[in-house]
């Protein structure tokens, strides 16, 4: 079975970084472009981040363009969402998700098909 699982999140202060993992298990995602969203309490969920398959392109929201970075190492599976400068406006639980290449660098939650469980990051002021 085909499975995300994010780690990483925790309670930091602002300024600080978090380096968030998502590790793929059940299947490689060798043909997925992978992205990062995150979601707060009474908020839609919303994108930060998408890398494509060969590590050749990214996409950020303008809300963390500049202080998050996203990489992926295809041996391992796994993406990273290096996150710096954090500011309390960046609390929320984040999710990983995989979406088919020909989709391209979507910033849309409804291309994607497969989704972790989400990991709760915490900025306090």
């Known amino acids: 079975q085909e499975q995300l699982v994010e780690s990483g999140g925790g309670l930091v202060q602002a300024g600080g970084s978090l380096r968030l993992s998502c590790a793929a298990s059940g299947r490689t995602f060798s043909s997925y472009n992978m992205g990062w969203f995150r979601q707060a309490p009474g908020k839609e969920r919303e994108f930060v981040a998408v890398?494509?398959?060969?590590?050749?392109?990214?996409y950020y929201s303008d809300s963390v363009k500049g202080r998050f970075t996203v990489s992926r190492d295809n041996a391992k599976n796994t993406v990273y969402l290096q996150m710096n400068s954090l500011k309390p406006e960046d609390t929320a639980v984040y999710y990983c998700a995989a979406v088919r290449e020909v989709f391209g660098l979507s910033p849309r939650p409804s291309t994607y098909e497969y989704w972790g469980q989400g990991t709760q990051v915490t900025v306090s002021s």
């Open positions: 890398l494509s398959l060969r590590r050749t392109s990214t």
